[in-house]
């Protein structure tokens, strides 16, 4: 499989191509990637206690996928690493996550090909100061050196937040950092996956309840459309619909008293560590520190 070319068209079922040809994935970023807010169920965190309290989310899925079909076609299972941790901003994951990737790809042990997914910046942008030029030069050293090694990378773009009151101002230079993504994935010859223009992601389903992180529906999407930028079928279980839904209409105190809750609850505790310089991933270590075996059950895909 070519990464100089993400727009190839989608594998069939019954492709040899469908089968995933990595044999080991890496996972950097930040609450999205994580997985926030897709929890995991309680019978996964019965088989692995460590879970608990943590989340699934959408590169769970795919590296559960992935590692499905391979055992599938007759292949060694996919050994996975997360290393991406909420609340992370750019220069963070860069220092501790991008590092601990590089010195995996080094590893004789680490088995090849690599696929990295590299999804940063998402922290950043929702400072009142980015500069989205100086992070984007940091991106693409990143890339460089991601790609310097032989492993495929996948970029993310981000969603479009301006539907958020508190996010509007953000629509400009979240755009302008799309399109530097864009640039930099095809100058290095990089999958790209297009979350701007994901449009079942503007239906209000696909939101968890803090209302800027998916939810599970909203993780089942965004992995299947991840499947198919790196040009497998997507074959996520779940339902992607085809255009979004209108915001159900509420009464209007309601919708206050909803606002209110939301603001309580989300909006309250993320300006508190703002103000005090703290984040909500200060204690909390990677999932996956080190690459893990994945069967095809193991992350309970079909719950």
């Keep these: 499989m070519n990464p100089s ?12 191509d469908n089968v995933p040809p990595w044999a080991t994935y890496i996972a950097l970023g930040d609450s999205y990637t994580e997985g ?45 690493a997360s290393l991406a941790i909420r609340g992370r901003k750019l220069p963070q994951i860069v220092t501790e996550q991008v590092s601990s990737a590089m010195r995996m790809l080094h590893d004789e042990a680490t088995k090849g090909p690599v696929l990295v997914s590299f999804m940063a910046g998402g922290n950043d942008m929702l400072r009142l100061k980015a500069d989205v030029h100086a992070m984007a030069e940091l991106v693409e050293d990143c890339v460089r050196r991601l790609r310097s090694t032989g492993a495929d990378v996948l970029m993310t773009t981000h969603l479009d937040v301006s539907n958020l009151h508190m996010f509007r101002s953000k629509k400009t230079p979240v755009a302008i950092y799309t399109a530097y993504l864009n640039t930099i994935a095809r100058r290095h010859g990089c999958f790209i996956h297009d979350l701007w223009g994901l449009t079942p992601m503007y239906d209000s389903r696909m939101w968890g309840i803090d209302r800027i992180h998916p939810s599970t529906e909203g993780h089942r999407v965004i992995a299947a459309s991840t499947l198919a930028a790196l040009g497998l079928e997507p074959g996520i279980p779940g339902e992607e619909p085809e255009r979004p839904l209108p915001a159900p209409r509420v009464a209007w105190a309601h919708q206050l008293r909803r606002d209110a809750e939301w603001a309580r609850a989300d909006v309250g505790p993320w300006i508190s560590r703002r103000l005090r310089g703290v984040s909500s991933g200060d204690t909390i270590p990677p999932k996956f520190a080190q690459p893990v075996v994945i069967g095809p059950d193991e992350l309970n895909l079909d719950d």
Excluded: N, Q
Aim: a negative charge; hydrophobic letters at 40%.
């Design 5 to 16: 070319e993400p727009s190839a068209p989608k594998a069939t079922p019954t492709d040899p």
């Design 36 to 80: 926030m807010v897709d929890a995991y169920t309680p019978e996964v965190v019965a088989k692995f206690p460590e879970l608990a309290g943590r989340y699934r989310g959408w590169a769970d899925l795919i590296a559960g996928e992935m590692s499905r079909r391979r055992l599938e076609a007759g292949l060694a299972p996919l050994e996975y």
